[in-house]
């Protein structure tokens, strides 16, 4: 069975600064996509970024970046200067194409952005 | 562009009722999915629907039922409420694959079961 894990259950991080959290994964499939959300207090969970697992070139968008170990099953997300509005919960979530048609979402980090 | 829509934003229920709850995708979207979101067990699939048929249902006893209609709106329902159904209910439309594209969430309705 699929499973995501992140570790770090909350983290803080100074306005500007760099911040990076990890999701690890464990599956036997070969062809299965990653992603991470943001759930802000508003609760609107809001996709991130996303990876797909054929792609070795790690996928970036603006502030945000991933660094996606296949090998290692880790799929970390990078955030750049951070913003308060950055503060929210992150998860890691894995979907496999092989017609399961269900996301595994991690236990989310709480990410603070303080000023 | 109109996001996804769920109504109603809150709700409060006695133990033993049944409630409804209702998700309007964004337009074109047709692949429509429903989480359970609890603190303690996280995100939890319930299940998803394209053109109007289930396509997947997660580990939930069957007083979780929904449906799609034709123009995509989902509804999801449960029945003979229980304490532990207290959580926030996250509906997610979709383009296909959903997987190559993601998921746009609506802001959830909180049901609170008392």
């Known amino acids: 069975a699929q499973t995501v894990t992140q570790s770090q259950p909350e983290m803080s991080v100074q306005e500007a600064e760099t911040v990076t959290l990890s999701c690890t994964y464990d599956?036997?499939?070969?062809?299965?996509?990653l992603f991470w959300y943001k759930q802000p207090p508003s609760r609107q969970m809001i996709l991130v970024i996303r990876q797909e697992a054929y792609k070795q070139q790690n996928a970036t968008e603006n502030r945000f970046s991933v660094n996606f170990q296949k090998a290692a099953k880790s799929f970390s997300l990078k955030i750049s200067d951070s913003q308060l509005g950055d503060t929210a919960m992150y998860f890691c979530?894995?979907?496999?194409?092989?017609?399961?048609?269900?996301?595994?979402f991690g236990t989310g980090t709480r990410l603070k952005v303080l000023a | 562009k109109a996001g996804v829509t769920q109504t109603p934003r809150y709700l409060i229920k006695t133990r033993g009722q049944q409630v409804t709850l209702s998700c309007s995708p964004i337009?074109?979207?047709?692949?429509v999915s429903w989480y359970q979101q609890t603190p303690g067990q996280g995100l939890q699939f319930l299940f998803e629907y394209f053109s109007e048929t289930q396509r997947n249902k997660g580990n939930f006893p069957g007083r979780f039922s929904g449906r799609q209609f034709s123009n995509s709106r989902s509804e999801m329902n449960v029945s003979t409420l229980e304490l532990g159904d207290s959580a926030l209910y996250l509906c997610?439309?979709?383009?296909?694959?959903?997987?190559?594209?993601?998921?746009?969430f609506g802001s959830g309705t909180r049901l609170t079961v008392v």
């Open positions: 997610a439309s979709s383009l296909e694959p959903e997987w190559s594209y993601g998921y746009t």
């Open positions: 337009s074109g979207h047709r692949s």
């Open positions: 979530a894995f979907r496999d194409t092989s017609g399961t048609y269900k996301y595994i």
């Open positions: 599956t036997s499939e070969n062809n299965y996509y």
